[in-house]
């Protein structure tokens, strides 16, 4: 039946990934949002933020020390398919579950996201630290 209990399991497990990587995408369009709109200072450091939040393997490589094209590029391949992992493991933690749906998706995604999200800022920040920049 469209729209029941094993169609929605079904979709979950199907999506999650590519739900994580939408995710991750609209924090970096917010993030280009943020330093378009606001503009100065504020607005690139909330859209540095919101980047590497949404790209959490710049740090590992280097950013904001080293820059380019090539890095950015693997950046963004590597933290697609870092957000579509974790989108998967959390359809299939979600899936185990009797009662499954996108609203439970997005708790367990929000759970096992904030860890990455937090390393990424946490890694710029003591970078900073060290470089003397705060």
């Known amino acids: 039946m469209p729209g029941g209990v094993v169609a929605t399991r079904r979709a979950v497990r199907q999506r999650g990934g590519f739900v ?3 995710v991750a995408a609209a924090i970096l369009f917010t993030g280009w949002l943020a330093r378009v709109i606001v503009g100065g200072a504020t607005g690139g450091l909330v859209g540095f ?3 590497v ?3 959490p393997t710049l740090p590992i490589l280097g950013v904001p020390a080293a820059d380019g094209n090539a890095l950015l590029a693997i950046s963004l391949a590597l933290s697609a398919g870092l957000w ?3 989108g998967q493991i959390a359809a299939l933690r979600v899936s185990s579950r009797a009662l499954v749906g996108w609203r439970e998706w ?3 995604f929000a759970i096992l996201s904030v ?3 937090a390393g990424a800022v946490g890694a710029l920040v ?3 630290v060290l ?3 705060l």
């Open 20 to 22: 994580g990587i939408a």
């Open 131 to 133: 470089l003397g920049a």
């Open 53 to 55: 939040t949404a790209l």
């Open 84 to 86: 579509w992992i974790l």
């Open 126 to 128: 003591l970078g900073a």
């Open 115 to 117: 860890g990455i999200c």
């Open 49 to 51: 933020v919101l980047t």
């Open 106 to 108: 997005s708790k367990e």
